[in-house]
Nanobody, 123 residues
Framework: QVQLVESGGDSVQAGGSLRLSCTTSAYTNFMGWFRQAPGKEREGVAGIYISGGGGTTYYADSVKGRFFISQDNARNTVYLQMNSLKPEDTAMYYC?????????????????WGQGTQVTVSS
């Protein structure tokens, strides 16, 4: 069973940056970041697919150009670099992992989840 632990969440002013980290107990070929604000559904933020030494990344339209996902395969760690943060980015951020899910942004396709890390952006 794959276990994930996230870190890096914090409170930050609008325009600031944070880097989230997620460490897995076992290698999977696909990992994603999701977020959920109170009263909202969980939504995909970014995903990364590693195959044959190369990776393909995916982003929600709302974070393109601001957020960047990357993975350290040797340490089974995935990162989410978040720049130019906005108050609407405030949410609990979750790391998810599985074999290639087919569609990256659907939470129900992932079997393994971290406990979440809170990101709060103030104006």
């Amino acid at each position: 069973q794959v276990q994930l632990v996230e870190s890096g969440g914090d409170s930050v002013q609008a325009g600031g940056s944070l880097r989230l980290s997620c460490t897995t107990s076992a290698y999977t070929n696909f990992m994603g970041w999701f977020r959920q604000a109170p009263g909202k559904e969980r939504e995909g933020v970014a995903g990364i697919y590693i195959s044959g030494g190369g990776g393909t990344t995916y982003y929600a339209d709302s974070v393109k150009g601001r957020f960047f996902i990357s993975q350290d395969n040797a340490r089974n760690t995935v990162y989410l670099q978040m720049n130019s943060l906005k108050p609407e980015d405030t949410a609990m951020y979750y790391c998810a992992a599985d074999k290639y899910p087919g569609v990256w942004y659907k939470p129900q396709l992932y079997r393994y989840w971290g406990q979440g890390t809170q990101v709060t952006v103030s104006s």
